[in-house]
Every structure is written in C-alpha cells, then in structure tokens.
C-alpha cells in the first residue's frame, strides 16, 4: 500500500513547482539591478516593482510550461503575487482579468460554441470532408488553407473559436474516439499555428497590426496603408502555411494514411442532418453580421469609434435572446481559457506598467547597436517571439518596435524591415499556450499537453525565424522593401 502511494507521488510535478518558486525568490529578493541604457545615453530604471513584475513572469512562464496546476489556476496566481507583493495594487491586477481582449475571446468561443449545438460545425465538416476526400495529409492541409483564409477576414481569435469545433467533428470519425494521436495532435496544434500565420497577412487578423503601424507612424512620421502591409505579408504567411503542413507531415504524420470511405460516409452524414435549420440560418446571420461589422471598420471611417470586444459581444447577446443559446450552455464555456488569457493580459500590463518590458527590451537591443543589420533586425524579430510566448502580442510589439525604430538609423537599418519582422514573429508564438488565444482554444482539444507544445513548438520556431531571415535577404528586397539606409539617416 505504501508503495502504491509512493509510486503516485508526483515528484516531477512538485520539482518545477519549487523552481518557479525558488525562481521568483531568487528575482524579487535580489539586490537591485543596473539600469538598461539605449545609444542616446538615456536611462531606464528597473525598479522594485519593476524587478517583482519580472520575478512573477519567471513563476508564472514556469508553472504555465510544465502545468503544475490547471493553466487558469496560475493566471490567478498571477494576479494574487502582484498584490500580496505590492507589485501593483489588487483593483489594477485583478481589473486587467476583464479586459476587453479577454472578453473578446469569451465572445469568439461563445460562436464556435453555437456553431457546435446549431449543427453548422458538422455540416461545414461533411462538405469539407467532400472535397478533400479521404487522404489525411489532404484533410490537413484542408483545415490549415480554410483557417489561413478565414484569418484574412476575420480575427484569428474568432476563427479558432469557429474551426475547432469542426475539428472535433472531423477527429470524431477518424476511428480512435478521443484517444490522444498524432493525427489529432496535428490537426489542433496545425490549427493553432497555421491561424498565427494566416493573421499576419491582412490588418483584420489581429490587432497587433494596428498597433504596430501606430507606432511606426509616430517615430517614423510616414503611414503604411491596408494593402502595403498585405502586399510584403501575403508570401510570408503563406510560405508558413505550406510549411508547416510539411511539418506537420514530419513530426505529426497520421497514423492512417487515409480513412476509407470517409468520403462517403460524410455524405451520408450531411444527408442526414436534412435541410438546414431556422437556428443554423440565424445563428450564420448574426456571426455573419458581427464579422461583417468588425471587418468594415477598417473601411468605414464611422465605423472606427465602435469597439471591437463591443460589436462581437452583441452576437453573444443576440444567441440568447433568439434562443439559440440558453444558461446551460454557459457550462460549456472552458472558463480554464479565459482565465489563461486574463492572467496572460494581467502580467502583460504589470510589466509594461512597472517599466520592466521596457528595461528588458533596451538591454537585449542594445548589445546589438554595433552588429550587422541583418544581426539587428533578427535580435528584434527574436526578442518578439520570445516576448510574445509570454504576453500579449500587443504588448511584445509596444515594448520592443519604438526601441527598435530609434536605434535603427545609427546602424543604417530601414525602418519597414524592422516593423515587417516584428510583425511576422509576433503572430506567431509557437511555445506556449498563453502566446495566442488559438493555441490556448486548441489545448481544450485534450490531444497535448503544455509540455509538448512547448517541445514541438522549437523546431517550429527555429523554422520560423529561419523564414524572416530569408524575407529580410531576399523575399523583401525583391518586392521593394528597403532593408537598410546610409548608416546615420
């Protein structure tokens, strides 16, 4: 008996438990820490709180990646260190938990959850599942060109939301129940990526887009429009989409080379369903409406003042007025999510609040202000990746593109490679849950854990950066991009 309980005792877990722990000891009882100084001579102060901000990042990134405890429970860890160690009081650090981006994806996996019950996930399967037909590395390579394209339109928050639910439908006749595979494993993870990479193509994808041509308006004083951002972005993000359909044949190749007569079988189940309903036509109409809204925005000057979180909330609203939705259904909302991404939004804010993400950023890009450009400009892109595994893309952008755009011109850089490769690899965060609501919407799957995200996610990483390297080189220069300046302009 003894034995037993010995042998269920989880070392492992108790193990990295103590090291984010020991990890936040170590950071937030340490003396303080030089100040950051960027090429202008101008000093960045770490201060107490900054340091403590840093030392909950380490805790939280190490409790996150080997899941000591459920995802959510250390997002409100988060907020608890923060005040408990007056590294910002508790109405600021718990406040962030509501922000309108975590609101936004709660609205988003409202629709993917109307979607499932109305019966429009499954006939959007069977009708794919028509054309692609039985081989799975089609049936990959269906799902990842679908969700890139819905991405160009809609926010890829909202497509995972909407996609996952048509992946469990097409899994569910793959034949091995919800037994964990790597076809499985493939089809959630490549989904998660796959709306990383489509996102980057167009404004619409995200908001770090929006974000990022702020700034370079502001320390650059020239605008970049629409279809400029699309026309470097197009042939990146979608060189990754066919890459990593590669590399999901590699690491995650199916069990089954196909699944025979799963054309036909999708065709029984589509004739099935009968004629399509009044909810599945109201449900369309009113997601339809809200994505319509949310994408003219970017068109309609009018339309510009109207929040986002705010037009995508009312379709949440309209499932319960029209009944499509009722009070049951909220159980069905991974409340394990949102609570990742209001912890993730939390330690975003606490370290760009505290100075610490801008301290952090002056450090790595100054050690650089003497390298080649290209030297430069993959720091940068490297620095975002890592930054925006951790927190908010948003933020990653913020913290390091205005760093960057000043110390470019002393080493002859030209600003739009700097903003186009940050960019590239702040839509793109491979490692870890918290780096994007898809990821964090395909771990509901329950096909991976945190842990082999995180193992797949460095050769992917490793091909990410491998791509912006060759954009920088050759796929920009080619389209027209400047890539440097005489050095001091």
């Known amino acids: 008996m003894a034995s037993t309980q010995a042998e269920k005792f989880d070392w ?8 984010g722990v020991s990890l936040f000891a170590v950071v937030y009882y340490s003396p303080m820490w030089p100040d950051a100084v960027d090429p202008m001579g101008e000093h960045f102060l770490l201060s107490r709180e900054g340091k403590g901000a840093i030392a909950v990042f380490l805790l939280a990134g190490t409790w996150w990646v080997f899941e000591v405890v459920p995802i959510g429970v250390t997002s409100l860890l988060i907020g608890v260190m923060q005040a408990m160690f007056f590294i910002r009081p508790a109405k ?8 309108p981006s975590v609101l936004f994806i709660f609205a988003s996996i409202m629709i993917g959850l109307v979607f499932t019950k109305t019966g429009l996930t499954k006939r959007l399967a069977y009708k794919m599942l028509e054309v692609v037909g039985e081989k799975t590395s089609r049936i990959y390579l269906g799902v990842f060109v679908v969700t890139a394209l819905l991405t160009h339109i809609m926010a890829h928050t909202a497509v995972a ?58 320390v650059v004083h020239r605008d970049i429009g629409f279809f400029e951002l699309s026309w470097y972005m197009f042939p990146i993000g979608w060189l990754m989409v066919f890459l990593l359909w590669g590399f999901f044949m590699v690491f995650f190749k199916p069990e089954k080379a196909t699944i025979p007569g799963l054309r036909e079988k999708a065709r029984e189940l589509n004739a099935k369903m009968g004629p399509i309903t009044r909810q599945e036509i109201l449900a369309a109409v009113i997601v339809l409406g809200v994505i319509g809204v949310m994408s003219a925005r970017a068109f309609v000057p009018e339309l510009k003042m109207l929040n986002k979180t ?68 993959m720091s940068i892109a490297f620095f975002v990746m ?41 839509g793109m965060p491979f490692l870890l849950l918290v780096g994007a609501a898809p990821n964090a919407i395909a771990y509901d799957s329950g096909m991976f854990s945190t842990g082999e995200f995180f193992a797949y996610g460095i050769p992917a990483s490793i091909m990410l950066m491998v791509v912006v390297g060759i954009a920088a080189l050759v796929i920009w220069p080619i389209m027209g991009m400047p890539v440097t300046l005489p050095v001091g302009g």
């Open 161 to 218: 939301a909407t996609i996952y639910p048509l992946l469990l439908a097409i899994y569910s006749l793959y034949g091995e129940g919800k037994k964990p595979t790597k076809f499985g494993k493939g089809l959630f993870i490549g989904m998660a990526y796959v709306a990383g990479a489509g996102s980057i193509v167009t404004l619409l994808g995200a908001a770090r887009g929006a974000v990022a041509l702020g700034f370079f308006k502001e």
């Open 92 to 99: 600021v650090a718990f406040k962030d938990f509501m922000d």
């Open 310 to 377: 705010a037009i995508i909330l009312v379709s949440s609203i309209l499932f319960f007025v029209f009944k499509i939705l009722d009070l049951k259904d909220l159980e069905d909302i991974p409340w394990n999510i949102i609570l990742l991404f209001a912890g993730a939004m939390s330690i975003g804010f606490c370290l760009w609040q505290t100075g610490a993400a801008k301290w952090m950023a002056v450090n790595w890009l100054v050690m650089f202000q003497d390298a080649n450009w290209f030297i430069f400009v």
């Open 12 to 19: 492992k877990r108790i193990v990295f438990m103590l090291l």
């Open 386 to 426: 890592i930054m925006t595994n951790f927190i908010m893309n948003v933020a990653a952008i913020a913290i390091s593109l205005p760093v960057a755009l000043v110390i470019a011109p002393y080493l002859g850089v030209a600003p739009d490679v700097i903003l186009y490769a940050a960019l590239v690899t702040a």
